[in-house]
């Protein structure tokens, strides 16, 4: 019988998620069809056949403690760590949940899809990558669409990433250290065939949410669709995108003016 060498990981999806939204304070907290974006996010991560563990990575500040409360009164694990610095805090929550593998969702994206997610880290496992991604923000080419992100891994080249990133934007955005220099680190990109990269399903401002609430309201407001669901209802209704197509996406070197002046 043949033994199988495929590495195995403990792999633990970090959901991060804070209040302080710059563009749509509290927005991680908004509901959608009667419930918190947080546990749409963490409810449609739970379904990933590849996920050991799903866990929420939110901040010290205060004003994240509903955060916590929602997290505690949920069974989710929680860790509370940096504001501005969210490697150290994506770090520090690796090492608290034991994760070989790190799996970097964020709480605005309730649309995320658990098979996106097994794809991704499947072809993180299979090609020994350290890092791989279903897409890179700007300027780099993205096939999928914006709001089912997920980036992927090992807690070795986490680690390095953290004692070695010195930029602002490679601290504030967690993974750029690992992908903005070819060569420093394995890179894998998880493409579709077709482009759909320029889809806005992500939720930073007003125009973001209400465009999330109809889509889920026009599919009965269940949380079981994928999202080729999403694409065919676009399809059949292409005006929904008109809703926040004038969003601009933010790109890799942006950060969070707060941080700056800090």
Request: aromatic content about 8%.
């Amino acid at each position: 019988m043949a033994v199988d060498q495929t590495p195995k990981y403990h792999t633990v999806a970090i959901i991060q998620a804070r209040m302080g939204s710059s563009r749509l304070p509290g927005k991680v907290l908004q509901e959608i069809n009667g419930r918190p974006m947080l546990d749409w996010v963490v409810t449609r991560a739970g379904r990933a056949e590849t996920v050991d563990e799903v866990a929420v990575a939110t901040t010290t500040d205060t004003s994240d403690d509903p955060i916590e409360t929602f997290c505690t009164t949920h069974d989710v694990p929680v860790f509370r760590g940096s504001v501005f610095d969210v490697l150290d805090r994506y770090y520090q929550a690796a090492r608290a949940f034991d994760a070989d593998a790190i799996v970097r969702l964020t709480a605005d994206c309730p649309l995320l899809d658990p098979q996106v997610i097994d794809l991704t880290v499947r072809r993180f496992v299979e090609t020994g990558a350290d890092f791989a991604a279903n897409r890179l923000p700007p300027p780099f080419r993205r096939t999928f669409p914006i709001g089912l992100d997920t980036e992927v891994c090992s807690f070795a080249a986490l680690e390095q990433a953290w004692k070695e990133a010195k930029q602002t934007y490679q601290r504030e955005h967690v993974m750029p250290y690992l992908y903005d220099q070819e060569g420093r680190f394995k890179v894998v990109v998880v493409d579709h065939t077709q482009d759909f990269g320029a889809q806005r399903w992500t939720v930073d401002t007003p125009e973001d949410l209400e465009f999330v609430r109809q889509v889920v309201a026009r599919l009965d407001g269940r949380d079981d669709f994928n999202w080729l669901a999403v694409l065919d209802l676009l399809k059949r209704e292409p005006d929904l995108l008109a809703i926040n197509a004038q969003i601009q996406h933010k790109t890799m070197v942006d950060v969070d003016e707060r941080n700056e002046s800090k």
